[in-house]
Each structure stands twice: as C-alpha cells, then as structure tokens.
C-alpha cells in the first residue's frame, strides 16, 4: 500500500532562512505528487504537483520541490521564507491505478522573527 | 470563478443527534470528495462523488454517509453524533477524477459534538 511521510511535525525557521520541509512516499510505480498548504481556519490550497517532466517543480509563492525517484522523495524548498509562509504544508501521492491521494500527516511550518 | 464553498462553516450540535454538511463545488466539476480533519489523524478520507454515484470510500463507520445531485452538490450526513466526531470536514472538487488532476478545497465545516 501507498503511504507519505512527512518528516517532522513541527520545522521551526527565521525569517529569511531557507525552508525545507521532507516528504517520502512509497510507490512502486510513478507517482503523481502534490504540495498542498492549509492557513489557518481555511482549507488546503494548491502549492505545486509533480505529473510528468521536469523533475524540478516550480509553485506559487517561491515554493518549490524536486522529485527523486531514486530517493523516492519530494521535499519542498523555499530559498528565503516569509512571516507569511507560517501555515501547515502537506504532502500527497496518488497513482494511476488508483487515483485516490494518499496524504502525509502534515508539517506545521513555524517562521521565527 | 466561485470556489467550492461549504455551508455552514460553523456548527454546533450534541451526541446523539445528526448533521448534514454541503458543498457546492466549482461550476464544471464533476466529482467532489469529503475529508475529515483532526489534530490527532490528520486528513482522513470519507468518500468520493462522480456523477452522483460514490466512486470511493474510506474506512468509516455506516453512520458517515453522502450524496451527489445532478447539479454536482454533494451533501454528507452524519447520524447519532459522538464526541469523536468533532472534526473540520473538508470539501474537494476536481473536474474528473483522474490521478493527476488535483483537487481544489473549501473552507471546511467546523463541527463541534458536546
């Protein structure tokens, strides 16, 4: 079965430091991988998805990961982060046999003054 | 293009009784799918709408149900309320659903069981 880690419930960065959130799924076919955050009382939004190609995926607001097959890995990277980046990061996989997403458990993302 | 949105974002109810949650998704997407948030399992799966017909589940018990109308509205009910059900309850819709698409999220609905 298919399943995300997410490693580290909470990171903890300054402000201007770079972000490096850890994702590691399982899949014995190619994966589809996504990023999503979640702000505060509000829902998920979409901050990239690898599908095809490039394996270094561009998403909004600065944030971007790269997928590694070899290391079965997505993390996500933001060069410099942002008061406004504090929010919860999630990582999630699905495949085309079954295109249900299977979700890690989440990173809460902490940005010190 | 209006979001998904979820009616209400709030809520309060006791044990024993039973809820109903809507979500109308983004106006040409088809399928829509339920998600349970809780600070202690994370995002857990309910079920998946497509065209009316539940296309997915997750491991729930019977008292979680759902359905879609032919407009893509979809609505879950929760019956004899417990504690344990507290919860965010998330919406998603995507056009079809297919692996690579992603999904696109509501606000939630906050429930709370006393």
């Known amino acids: 079965a298919q399943s995300v880690t997410q490693l580290g419930s909470h990171v903890s960065v300054s402000e201007g430091a770079l972000v490096l959130l850890r994702c590691n799924y399982s899949?014995?076919?190619?994966?589809?991988l996504f990023w999503y955050v979640q702000y505060p009382n509000q829902g998920l939004q979409l901050l990239l998805k690898?599908?095809?190609?490039a394996t270094l995926v561009k998403g909004i607001n600065g944030f971007e990961a790269e997928f590694k097959k070899s290391e079965t890995s997505f993390h996500l990277t933001k060069p410099s982060a942002h008061m406004s980046d504090a929010a919860e990061y999630f990582c999630?996989?699905?495949?085309?046999?079954?295109?249900?997403?299977?979700w890690g458990a989440g990173t809460k993302l902490i940005i010190k003054p | 293009k209006a979001g998904v949105t979820q009616t209400p974002r709030y809520l309060i109810k006791t044990r024993g009784q039973q809820v109903t949650l809507s979500c109308s998704p983004i106006?040409?997407?088809?399928?829509v799918s339920w998600y349970q948030q809780t600070p202690g399992q994370g995002l857990q799966f309910l079920f998946e709408?497509?065209?009316?017909?539940?296309?997915n589940k997750g491991n729930f018990p019977g008292r979680f149900s759902g359905r879609q109308f032919s407009n893509s509205r979809s609505e879950m009910n929760v019956s004899t309320l417990e504690l344990g059900d507290s919860a965010l309850y998330l919406c998603?819709?995507?056009?079809?659903?297919?692996?690579?698409?992603?999904?696109?999220f509501g606000p939630g609905t906050r429930l709370t069981v006393l």
């Open positions: 998603a819709s995507k056009p079809v659903p297919l692996a690579n698409n992603e999904q696109f």
């Open positions: 106006s040409g997407h088809r399928s």
């Open positions: 709408y497509f065209s009316e017909t539940q296309r």
């Open positions: 899949s014995s076919v190619p994966p589809y």
């Open positions: 690898y599908t095809t190609g």
């Open positions: 999630a996989v699905s495949e085309e046999s079954n295109y249900q997403l299977i």
